[in-house]
């Protein structure tokens, strides 16, 4: 949201203003999480309008789009759409995480940035969920009692083998070999998680 609130403040005060703001592309792995996104970027919209409202006049500050999509097919964008795609704790349930992330490098601009996270293999979610209650944020302990609710559920899909996470050096080799570039991994949540940043060639 920050991202695209800078964009549009430069665009705004530049010479030669590009005619649409950036486009960014984030990926979900349930329709829930998708739902609460949309929540928060309309709560921050209405927060920052007044704020900024005298840069901005009455232009929009941001605009989304959803849709339902099958992972296990093309997206349905054309190549080099976006100019950031974030795919949060999306690449564990797939049967073909490779197909997913080269389609996500597809729909990548040139220089952009992709950004994908996930657990940890032997992550410790009770340790997570600690964290994360005793944090003063209340979106952190919402998302605690969240996460709570589910840890069963994501370790009996783990041992089962519907869910697989990855290690340091699998997230690499998969980054890489679906085309992307200067792949950098980096532990997040109490060292729980994983969060990849890669580029595409220019």
Known sequence: MALLINEAYRQKH???????????????????????????????????????????????LVHTEYCLCDLERPL????????????????????????????????????????????????????LYRNLLASKET?????????????????????NGLLRFFDRQELLNLIVSAGALKPRVYASLANQVYIAVAEKAV
């Open 139 to 159: 979106e952190n302990r919402a998302y605690a009692k969240r996460l709570l609710h589910h840890v069963g559920d994501i370790l009996e899909a783990h041992r």
């Open 76 to 127: 349905p964008f054309h190549d080099s759409s976006f100019q950031r795609v974030v795919c949060n704790l999306v690449i564990a349930h797939a049967p073909d995480p490779l197909s997913i992330v080269r389609e996500l490098t597809r729909v990548l601009a040139p220089s952009g940035k992709l950004i994908l996270t996930c657990f940890r293999p032997y992550s410790d979610l009770t340790q």
């Open 14 to 60: 530049t010479r030669s203003p590009v005619p649409h703001g950036p486009r960014y592309l984030g990926i979900e792995a349930n329709q829930g999480s998708a739902m609460r996104t949309q929540q928060q970027i309309q709560s921050l919209t209405v927060d920052l309008v007044e704020s900024v409202i005298s840069a901005f006049g009455s232009k929009r």
